[in-house]
């Protein structure tokens, strides 16, 4: 999963970081999980994990990875292979009215609609596959882990056949060569563990009351809100057939606007967030160009560390890339980490 932000070249940085100034940790709270590789990783690596975002898509990804008690079986369903089952889907073959297919009728080229996120086969495939593991679970034929497993494996196909530079906020207006692959679910590999991993989709203000040794927090870092730029993506973790807008049929997201994408609120958020931390050591994830400057947050950070405790370990990074060059120069990803006093 393409994911801005996404910490998978760091997951060894922040895990050598926790093992070296934190070793008496053995619980991490990961409030804005995004993809869910920080909480995969510590999983892992043998750490009880709390797994939260605000968008559905997210919470998804890791209730279908790492929040799966076991191996899915699908015993009541009948079927020998649900992942083959669903890449052969054919929509004559299925119960629903094309009149049901969001996608296709929302973000797919017809008569009546411009958009180009997805060519008409892929689209179609999409909503017969995602209405079909809807009336699945509607009739009991799956479990909760066996429907977050296939909505994990139907979103980690979508951005092999998505129209897009990277991000959902907008689309290219030509048919990049991947849009004329087939959609294609696989199975993806779940963490088998003796661990604990708890996966919400709360805002993070409810989530950092919950006990744990250390909060981890990798927020937004500038005013781009994560909410547009993976609008279809939610869209169709929830399939909620919502009122959409504008050129590029945004869903609304007011009501989750972050507030760590404003210049305005963004002091204010992390120290909410630090003070209200039910956790004893504090992680945060932070960048050197973000919104909020390093000096300021580690400023915050040192008014609520105890005395000695806290650390600044920085690493150089690139930008998140997509089709467009960009210029990664001086870019470094930065840790606060300390003990809250």
């Not at 730029?229 to 997201?253: F, K, V």
Request: proline content about 5%; hydrophobic content about 35%.
């Amino acid at each position: 999963m393409r994911y801005i932000g996404s910490k998978r070249l760091l997951v060894d940085f922040i895990g050598e970081a926790i093992a070296v100034h934190a070793p008496d940790v053995r619980s991490v709270s990961d409030v804005f999980a995004g993809s869910g590789v920080v909480s995969g990783y510590l999983l892992n690596n043998g750490y009880d994990t709390i797994s939260n975002d605000i968008l559905y898509f997210s919470y998804v990804l890791s209730r279908g990875t790492h929040g799966i008690h076991g191996k899915p079986r699908f015993e009541n369903l009948g079927i020998k292979d649900p992942v083959e089952y669903l890449n052969n889907l054919k929509a004559e073959d299925c119960p629903f009215s094309p009149a049901e297919f969001f996608i296709t009728n929302n973000y797919s080229p017809s008569d009546t609609c411009s958009r180009m996120y997805f060519q008409p086969k892929n689209a179609v495939k999409i909503d017969i596959i995602r209405l079909t593991i809807e009336q699945w679970k509607r009739r009991d034929l799956i479990n909760d882990d066996e429907y977050y497993y296939l909505l994990a494996a139907l979103l980690h196909a979508i951005p092999y056949v998505a129209n897009i530079t990277g991000v959902y906020a907008a689309y290219l207006k030509h048919w990049d060569k991947r849009t004329y692959n087939d959609l294609t679910l696989t199975h993806h590999s779940i963490i088998e563990v003796e661990r604990n991993c708890a996966c919400y989709n709360q805002d993070y203000r409810e989530i950092i009351q919950l006990p744990a040794d250390m909060l981890y927090a990798d927020p937004p870092y500038n005013e781009r809100d994560y909410s547009p730029n993976y609008h279809i993506l939610e869209t169709i973790a929830r399939y909620d057939y919502p009122q959409i807008s504008g050129l590029t049929g945004l869903r609304p997201y007011s009501e989750i606007k972050s507030p760590f994408c404003s210049k305005r609120t963004v002091t204010e958020a992390f120290e909410n967030l630090i003070s209200g931390a039910n956790a004893r050591h504090i992680m945060i994830s932070y960048n050197n160009e973000s919104l909020l400057p390093s000096a300021t947050l580690e400023e915050l950070c040192r008014a609520y560390a105890a005395e000695d405790s806290f650390r600044l370990l920085t690493r150089p990074y690139r930008r998140y890339k997509n089709k467009i060059p960009n210029n990664s120069v001086g870019l470094e990803e930065e840790l606060f980490l300390f003990v809250k006093k």
